[in-house]
Nanobody, 125 residues
Framework: QVQLVESGGGLVQAGGSLRLSCAASGRTFSRYHMGWFRQAPGKERAFVAT????????DYTDSVKGRFTISRDNAKNTVYLKMNSLKPEDTAVYYCAASVLSSSPSRSTTLYDDWGQGTQVTISS
């Protein structure tokens, strides 16, 4: 099991930027595919981005392609989500998640074993 702690959320105006961080402790971080998900009020938790164990493969939901970048630093046991050109519809609680059993990075919440507590991102118009 790995413990995950997100940080970096906050309130920004539309068009602004934020960088979320997710620090991991516990088992070897490089064994995990990592993902970012978000949950807006009244909606289900939704996939945002994922990155493979080595960082060589990434995937994004269509609505954030070209605006968000997921990256990781295995030496620091940290995964990042850089968010640019933020829109009010990006407002949500953002969660990072770790998957050790999946053979490849996944968009499905069911394939992630461990979750952080979430960090609030609010974009004002």
């Amino acid at each position: 099991q790995v413990q995950l702690v997100e940080s970096g959320g906050g309130l920004v105006q539309a068009g602004g930027s934020l960088r979320l961080s997710c620090a991991a402790s516990g088992r070897t971080f490089s064994r995990y595919h990592m993902g970012w998900f978000r949950q807006a009020p009244g909606k289900e938790r939704a996939f945002v981005a994922t990155i493979s164990r080595s960082g060589g493969s990434t995937d994004y939901t269509d609505s954030v392609k070209g605006r968000f970048t997921i990256s990781r630093d295995n030496a620091k046991n940290t995964v990042y989500l850089k968010m640019n050109s933020l829109k009010p519809e990006d407002t949500a609680v953002y969660y990072c998640a770790a998957s050790v059993l999946s053979s490849s990075p996944s968009r499905s919440t069911t394939l992630y074993d461990d979750w952080g507590q979430g960090t609030q991102v609010t974009i004002s118009s």
